[in-house]
């Protein structure tokens, strides 16, 4: 258990739907990030939140957006959503303490998201 | 960019030690290299990190060329359980590419 959790662990949809992905970073973390992975496909990055700012961007879609709250959870957002999102989408967390550029991130476990 | 290249599989004899590559030709002086693993759809395990020189801990070694130009994770004793996906990255650089499909056979 990597102390990072994920809600809801699967999420079926429609197309054209818009869902919410919520993520809780492991205690202590200041960093968030959102990584997809369609099937068969390596990681890809999308966003990264440190405190509550955005710090990095990836291929992050115009039709995504994200956002880290005070609490330091996050939530990622995914509208208009097509056929080719369906994917695993997972959160990782960091302490990521100031000047390390990239710090031992520790992921959740998910969340399935099918677009029928 | 420093990207990395990986092998796409490897297979290991169970109770064998594997030798996991990778390539970091373009690394930058400051760069940590980081090797994860994904078993199965589960969310990828941090596995061991080093910048220049050699690390173990209980889960692997990591042995850094001296230009650090490539880099080699070891599993001393790989059992069935170690067969997963084992990426490669950098740090600063958030690519974790296909990475190398490790199967451990018995």
């Known amino acids: 258990d990597s102390g990072v959790t994920q809600t809801p662990k699967h999420l079926i949809t429609a197309t054209g739907q818009r869902v919410t992905l919520r993520c809780s970073p492991r205690s202590g973390d200041l960093s968030v990030y959102w990584y997809q992975q369609s099937l068969d496909q390596g990681l890809q990055f999308l966003i990264q939140?440190?405190?509550?700012?955005?710090?990095a961007k990836g291929n992050i879609l115009e039709r995504f957006s994200a956002q880290q709250f005070p609490d330091l959870h996050s939530e990622l957002n995914l509208s208009s959503l097509e056929l080719g999102d369906s994917a695993l989408y997972f959160c990782a967390s960091s302490v990521d303490p100031a000047g390390v550029v990239l710090d031992t991130q520790y992921f959740g476990p998910g969340t399935r998201l099918t677009v029928l | 960019d420093a990207k990395t290249t990986q092998p796409t599989s490897m297979d290991c004899a169970e109770g064998r030690a594997a030798n996991l590559p990778c390539n970091h030709s373009?690394?930058?002086?400051?760069?940590?290299v980081y090797w994860y693993r994904q078993i199965h759809s589960q969310g990828p395990q941090y596995i061991i990190h080093g910048l220049k020189n050699n690390e173990t801990n209980e889960m692997a070694s990591l042995i850094i060329t001296e230009d650090r130009k490539s880099s080699t994770l070891i599993l001393p004793h790989a059992t069935l359980r170690d067969t997963a996906v084992y990426y490669c990255i950098v740090t600063g650089k958030l690519i974790f590419g296909q990475g190398t499909t490790l199967q451990v056979k018995p």
């Open positions: 373009t690394i930058s002086g400051n760069e940590y």
């Open positions: 939140y440190y405190n509550g700012e955005e710090r």
